[in-house]
């Protein structure tokens, strides 16, 4: 309960101010934020991310950039939140039986900030291009689909990766509407994760690393299929993706197991709980060294020649494009401290708050933050294969294995 014994026990004193609809809400505008953040400060550094995903450019100097039209949506987005919570703190007041009575109130904002996703704004001058373009490659990755280079396959694989971010999130979407539609159920309770049974929260996390799961098969039988490129190899690094996503599975299914276990079956729970360690270190060091072996080119972890060569600086490669090196040391070093998040339940005196629901937001935020920082290498990464005209082992073109030539970036400059 978040340490306050004030509160009624079934509802903790952080959820009496901010409930869980409006902590998903917040994430959710915070995403948009973030995007034209990551817009605004890559075209500074002069890194075309639309090209890269195969988004139009704009046609004229009137047009809004694209940081600014996701700017504006993402204002949009926090007016209407905004005004929201107001409404419900000035009805509920921090009472706990309001509070559950009123929570038709942050249930209908993420009804409005659904629409404002969905519905045309021409009027309030937001562009319905960019959340189009949202929903149709969200559609189409729901199913693990992957469109060809020309199609924006880099912008599929983004998209996707950042789902994997929010599959705590998607899971408390979850238990908000299982919660919601329950009989006596409230939105606003204190949230209730086994919400439609045991197994149904853990099958919604997983499906983000399903979904990239199966769009690195996708791209492995693609380069089966194709003629044998050198520089593409046998698509070995596609299956080895796909084993990265695949270690999300087992840290789901233990932790769900620990949740169900008899207390008095101490040797069950023992096993569980070594099992679980297991996979959490498998899993996190595992994704922190694809984070910046192969999502980011860096040559931390490459052989002592290419690591210490006198053209880059020291594990880091030639181009840096972001910022200076200390940058990118001081991003390595969060990456590997916020993908080990879980290791707070490794000591005896965090354990007992990893379970308040201020500790579960506060981790949900971090690998929200984490994954924002890591758009912006992995973007500068793409930028810098496709401007180099040649195709690395790590970055593969799949439309050139029909026997064309390599593909070009649509920008014809290399000034980057």
Same mark, same amino acid.
């Given at each position: 309960?978040?340490?306050? @014994?004030?509160?009624? @026990?079934?509802?903790?004193?952080?959820?009496?101010?901010? &409930?869980?609809?409006?902590?998903?809400?917040? +994430?959710?505008?915070?995403?948009?934020?973030?995007?034209?953040? /990551?817009?605004?400060?890559?075209?500074?550094?002069?890194?075309?991310?639309?090209?890269? +995903?195969?988004?139009?450019?704009?046609?004229?100097?009137?047009?809004?950039?694209?940081?600014?039209?996701?700017?504006?949506?993402?204002?949009?987005?926090?007016?209407?939140?905004?005004?929201?919570?107001?409404?419900?703190? *000035?009805?509920?007041?921090?009472?706990?039986?309001?509070?559950?009575?009123?929570?038709?109130?942050? *249930?209908?904002?993420?009804?409005?900030?659904?629409?404002?996703?969905? $519905?045309?704004?021409?009027?309030?001058?937001?562009?319905?291009?960019?959340?189009?373009?949202?929903?149709?490659?969200?559609?189409?990755?729901?199913?693990?689909?992957?469109?060809?280079?020309?199609?924006?396959?880099?912008?599929?694989?983004?998209?996707?990766?950042?789902?994997?971010?929010?599959?705590?999130?998607?899971?408390?979407?979850?238990?908000?509407?299982?919660?919601?539609?329950?009989?006596?159920?409230?939105?606003?309770?204190?949230?209730?994760?086994?919400?439609?049974?045991?197994?149904?929260?853990?099958? %919604?996390?997983?499906?983000?690393?399903?979904?990239?799961?199966?769009?690195?098969?996708?791209?492995?039988?693609?380069?089966?299929?194709?003629?044998?490129?050198?520089? %593409?190899?046998?698509?070995?690094?596609?299956?080895?993706?796909?084993?990265?996503?695949?270690?999300?599975?087992?840290?789901?299914?233990?932790?769900?197991?620990?949740?169900? %276990? !008899?207390?008095?079956?101490?040797?069950?729970?023992?096993?569980?709980?070594?099992?679980?360690? $297991?996979?959490?270190?498998? /899993?996190?060091?595992?994704?922190?060294?694809?984070?910046?072996?192969?999502?980011?080119?860096?040559?931390?972890?490459?052989?002592?020649?290419?690591?210490?060569? &006198?053209?880059?600086?020291?594990?880091?490669?030639?181009?840096?494009?972001?910022?200076?090196?200390?940058?990118?040391?001081?991003?390595?070093?969060?990456?590997?401290?916020?993908?080990?998040?879980?290791?707070?339940?490794?000591? &005896?005196?965090?354990?007992?708050?990893?379970?308040?629901?201020?500790?579960?937001?506060?981790?949900?935020?971090?690998? $929200?933050?984490?994954?924002?920082?890591?758009?912006?290498?992995?973007?500068?990464?793409?930028?810098?294969? /496709?401007?180099?005209?040649?195709?690395?082992?790590?970055?593969?073109? *799949?439309?050139?294995?029909?026997?064309?030539?390599?593909?070009?970036?649509? !920008?014809?400059?290399?000034? %980057?």
């Amino acid at each position: 309960m978040d340490g306050d @014994p004030a509160v009624e @026990p079934q509802l903790d004193s952080f959820s009496l101010t901010f &409930p869980l609809p409006y902590r998903i809400a917040f +994430i959710v505008v915070l995403a948009v934020w973030g995007w034209g953040a /990551n817009l605004h400060f890559l075209h500074i550094r002069k890194i075309d991310v639309p090209s890269l +995903i195969r988004y139009p450019g704009r046609t004229n100097s009137s047009q809004l950039s694209h940081h600014h039209s996701a700017y504006r949506l993402a204002s949009l987005l926090s007016i209407a939140s905004g005004i929201s919570i107001l409404i419900f703190w *000035m009805f509920a007041g921090r009472d706990p039986k309001r509070v559950i009575d009123y929570d038709w109130i942050p *249930m209908t904002n993420l009804l409005v900030l659904a629409a404002l996703f969905a $519905v045309p704004l021409r009027r309030l001058s937001v562009s319905h291009t960019g959340r189009s373009r949202l929903l149709w490659t969200l559609k189409r990755v729901s199913v693990g689909g992957l469109a060809e280079v020309k199609d924006g396959k880099f912008g599929d694989i983004l998209l996707a990766d950042v789902l994997t971010s929010y599959a705590k999130i998607l899971g408390d979407l979850y238990v908000c509407l299982c919660m919601f539609l329950t009989h006596n159920g409230s939105a606003t309770d204190r949230p209730d994760r086994r919400c439609g049974g045991d197994v149904i929260v853990p099958m %919604v996390m997983a499906i983000p690393s399903a979904i990239r799961l199966r769009q690195c098969l996708i791209e492995y039988v693609r380069v089966r299929r194709a003629p044998y490129s050198a520089s %593409v190899g046998w698509g070995g690094q596609h299956l080895a993706n796909a084993l990265k996503y695949s270690t999300a599975f087992p840290v789901i299914v233990l932790s769900a197991l620990m949740r169900n %276990v !008899d207390g008095k079956d101490k040797a069950a729970a023992t096993g569980l709980y070594r099992a679980w360690l $297991v996979a959490c270190l498998v /899993n996190s060091l595992y994704s922190f060294y694809w984070d910046v072996a192969k999502d980011w080119d860096l040559t931390l972890f490459s052989e002592a020649r290419v690591r210490n060569a &006198p053209d880059h600086p020291f594990g880091l490669r030639r181009r840096l494009l972001i910022h200076k090196p200390g940058v990118y040391y001081a991003v390595i070093v969060m990456d590997l401290i916020l993908r080990c998040t879980w290791m707070v339940k490794l000591s &005896p005196r965090l354990d007992h708050i990893s379970d308040f629901e201020s500790s579960i937001f506060l981790v949900q935020f971090l690998e $929200v933050l984490r994954r924002w920082v890591w758009i912006f290498f992995r973007v500068e990464t793409e930028w810098i294969r /496709n401007s180099s005209n040649g195709l690395g082992v790590d970055d593969i073109l *799949m439309n050139n294995y029909l026997g064309g030539a390599a593909y070009e970036d649509d !920008d014809d400059s290399d000034e %980057v």
